[in-house]
Nanobody, 125 residues
Framework: VQLQASGGGLVQPGGSLRLSCAAS????????IGWFRQAPGKEREWVSC????????YFAESVKGRITISRDNARNTVALQMYSLSPEDTGVYYC???????????????????WGQGTLVTVSS
């Protein structure tokens, strides 16, 4: 499956942003989708994931309560809606997909088989 993340941009602290992960080649509902981010000079970190079929969702502690993740099967996309953004949320956001990941393992980036190009999110006044 080929993935493309979009929706990044410049947003003020406290603002909201909606990222989208679009797929081609396969229906995304068959895949567990993860969102990761990498801030300048830092290692990549997991943000959130949604498991295939059952749709269970998981969130990193740093974003819990401020982010939702959802599927739109008709559009073959997964959205990451972010609220109350702070400069610490700045980074390149990537989506990843894997057909066999489930449960809490979806937070482990090295287990994903497909990655999309990232989209830059900058939170600054």
């Amino acid at each position: 499956v080929q993935l493309q993340a979009s929706g990044g941009g410049l947003v003020q602290p406290g603002g909201s942003l909606r990222l989208s992960c679009a797929a081609s080649g396969s229906p995304l509902e068959d895949y567990t989708i993860g969102w990761f981010r990498q801030a300048p000079g830092k290692e990549r970190e997991w943000v959130s994931c949604i498991v295939s079929y059952l749709g269970s969702t998981y969130f990193a502690e740093s974003v819990k309560g401020r982010i939702t993740i959802s599927r739109d099967n008709a559009r073959n996309t997964v959205a990451l809606q972010m609220y109350s953004l702070s400069p610490e949320d700045t980074g390149v956001y990537y989506c990843a997909a894997d057909k066999y990941l489930n449960g809490p393992l979806c937070g482990r980036g090295n287990l994903y088989g497909s990655w999309g190009q990232g989209t830059l999110v900058t939170v600054s006044s």
